[in-house]
């Protein structure tokens, strides 16, 4: 009886260290956790209906007790008989059988619920080889502002570009057209001594030229014998569009100057003439309706002095074309000699009473206009107007070609 007393009572000691030991290992384990983190773990509750036990394995090992522990578990230092090694092994028969996922330093019973994972937060300090997809995309988003920033940008410097352009070409004309002005409209100047009246007021004060556009002038005379009066009109090219400037130094072109004199009804006889370059020529007499139907190209004469190679005439007699092709002509514009150097700038001229439009007797001469410092070289150019409106005014065809 005394000795099943003493078993009893060492198997309850064995038990009472046992589970002193595990709450001592317990507090170990959560020694160093904040308190922020127990509370966040008892904030959390537990079903203990819905957790499900999980299933048990018996581990094949024989468990091996801590030598630590067996000396702090065992309060007699002297060996146990035989008969008392089996109520110990059956009391440690429990600790044979362990969780898979179980850690033996943490707490033994219901499992607990992991929370959720937290998203990662940005930090600072970011290492340049972590591939965060923020910063990825970041070079594509710089590529494509830059991308419309260029746009942008081209468009706004064209924007510009053209403005500087449109007001430089528009003061070039504008410089252009008064250069001519004040060489041959001017007091002292050729139409200022053929006409009596220049621009296109009656005052003093009249403005000589007409602006009818950013390349167009127009220059007004009247006031002399055998005509009704004369409009120049100067075409310019088109300095003030970048568009037409970029095209102009693929397509060159030239500024030009048309003169029309309305001739008096009674002081122009019947005549159909033209003289121009020859691929121009041709065109003219192909195209204008009074040549095609009354004139055709003249032959270069022989025995006599005639106009350059370059030039063509067209004409509706061989007398009208000898007539009006005068030694002065020759030897001011359009011999071998003096064409070089002056008539480098005549286009055409057309002499016709049969002139398509309002007024039927008509002289039309086109010449081109040189830079603006050097408008003196189409002095004798211009000389022609005035020269051919007093030739024209008097000549009178013979009766052998009015017949014809």
């Not at 260290?17 to 595990?22: A, K």
């Not at 035989?82 to 110990?88: C, E, H, L, T, V």
């Not at 081209?154 to 352009?165: E, R, T, Y």
């Not at 092709?325 to 359009?334: G, R």
Request: charged share 25%; proline share 7%.
């Amino acid at each position: 009886m005394k000795t099943s007393f003493l078993h009893l009572l060492l198997l309850l000691s064995l038990l009472i260290i046992h589970l002193c030991f595990s709450l001592i290992l317990a507090d170990s384990h959560f020694e160093g956790f904040d308190a922020e983190d127990d509370d966040a773990v008892e904030e959390e509750p537990l079903d203990h209906h819905s957790i499900k036990s999980p299933p048990l394995t018996q581990s094949d090992s024989q468990h091996t007790p801590d030598p630590d522990t067996q000396i702090e578990s065992d309060p007699n230092p002297n060996p146990v008989s035989s008969s008392d090694s089996s109520p110990q092994s059956d009391l440690q028969k429990p600790s044979t059988t362990t969780f898979e996922y179980w850690d033996e330093d943490e707490f033994e019973g219901l499992p607990i619920e992991q929370p959720p994972p937290e998203p990662p937060k940005v930090t600072e300090n970011v290492s340049p080889n972590d591939p965060d997809p923020k910063t990825t995309s970041k070079p594509h988003n710089v590529a494509a502002s830059k991308k419309s920033f260029t746009v942008e940008i081209v468009c706004g410097s064209f924007l510009i570009v053209f403005a500087i352009n449109y007001f430089t070409g528009k003061r070039e004309n504008e410089n252009l057209a008064l250069a001519w002005a004040a060489k041959f409209a001017t007091k002292g100047s050729i139409f200022e001594k053929n006409f009596s009246l220049l621009g296109v007021g009656e005052g003093e004060d009249s403005p000589l030229l007409l602006k009818e556009g950013q390349n167009v002038f127009k220059f007004y005379a009247s006031g002399r014998r055998f005509c009704q009066g004369l409009l120049a009109t100067m075409e310019l090219k088109s300095r003030h569009d970048l568009v037409s400037r970029l095209f102009n130094l693929v397509v060159p072109c030239k500024d030009e100057i048309t003169f029309e004199v309305y001739m008096n009804d009674e002081s122009m006889d019947q005549v159909v003439f033209a003289l121009a370059k020859k691929k121009a020529a041709k065109g003219m007499q192909k195209d204008v309706r009074d040549l095609q139907r009354f004139a055709g190209l003249m032959a270069n004469p022989s025995g006599r002095k005639w106009v350059v190679d370059e030039l063509s005439v067209i004409s509706e007699s061989k007398e009208v074309a000898g007539d009006l092709i005068t030694e002065a002509v020759l030897e001011q514009v359009f011999g071998d000699k003096a064409y070089e150097k002056y008539g480098k700038d005549f286009i055409s001229m057309h002499f016709s009473d049969q002139h398509p439009g309002t007024h039927k007797k008509m002289l039309l001469f086109k010449f081109a206009l040189p830079d603006a410092n050097q408008m003196a070289d189409m002095t004798r150019l211009v000389a022609l107007v005035p020269y051919y409106i007093d030739l024209i005014g008097r000549y009178k065809l013979s009766p052998q070609v009015v017949q014809l």
